[in-house]
């Protein structure tokens, strides 16, 4: 078990670039998120998939940022026109459907540190 | 609707000392409640979760909490800090039955003095 991976780890962009972060999830995890946490505060929800089908995003998520899980594996969260308050760590996490084994606890990446500039 | 209300975003403690961290939340329906361990510039750990059964839960690194529902709680303890568990402590809640959609507290960093 490899655990959740993301890349890159960090990230500087220029104000107004555009980003992409990758998560590969746990390999038989069907449920994945994506989670942002600023300085001196918890993460917070972004968006959520199961399988290929993105189920539901925050308001937090403007029209700037998408996110994508082709086929069902890995995700990818992408922003567009970079804007200083977009820096913060995008955490991504994976999950068992409720009900399987394991279901219930989400397991977190090691995020990925955007830096705006 | 759910949250979690994290008391004290600092605490301090002697090493070998009881480490206590508060947390309470608000569910409208049976939560499930988790801790999460955060070192610097890394992800989060699970420490441990209460989802049905036993209330008083143990977790890594011997860490564990007790869920009272009287008290809508979830504090989180250690006999005994050492060292290596500086770190920032998150509180979580997700409603049974859905897609677990976790909510987090603001956090707690507990810093261990020698």
């Known amino acids: 078990d490899t655990g959740v991976s993301q890349d890159p780890r960090h990230k500087i962009t220029k104000r107004g670039q555009n980003v992409t972060f990758r998560c590969d999830p746990i390999?038989?995890?069907?449920?994945l998120y994506w989670y942002r946490q600023t300085l001196g505060q918890g993460p917070e929800f972004l968006t959520y998939f199961q399988n290929e089908a993105q189920l539901e995003k925050s308001r937090l998520l403007s029209d700037r940022f998408s996110a994508e899980r082709p086929k069902g594996s890995f995700s990818t969260l992408e922003i567009q026109r970079t804007e200083q308050g977009d820096s913060a760590m995008y955490l991504c996490?994976?999950?068992?459907?409720?009900?399987?084994?394991?279901?219930?606890?989400?397991?977190f990446g090691e995020g990925s540190w955007l830096t705006v500039v | 609707a759910q949250s979690v209300t994290q008391l004290g975003s600092h605490v301090s403690v002697s090493e070998g000392a009881l480490v206590l961290l508060r947390c309470n939340y608000s569910?409208?329906?049976?939560?499930?409640l988790f801790w999460y361990v955060q070192y610097p510039n890394q992800g989060l750990q699970l420490l441990l979760k209460y989802t049905t059964g036993a209330t008083l839960v143990k977790g890594i690194n011997g860490f564990e909490a007790e869920f009272k529902k009287s008290e809508t709680s979830f504090h989180l303890t250690k006999p005994s800090a050492h060292m290596s568990d500086a770190a920032e402590y998150f509180c979580a809640v997700s409603a049974t039955g859905g897609y677990q959609k976790v909510t987090f507290g603001t956090g707690t960093k507990l810093q261990v003095i020698p």
């Open positions: 996490a994976s999950s068992l459907a409720l009900g399987q084994v394991s279901g219930n606890t989400i397991y």
């Open positions: 390999s038989e995890h069907n449920r």
């Open positions: 569910s409208s329906v049976p939560p499930y």
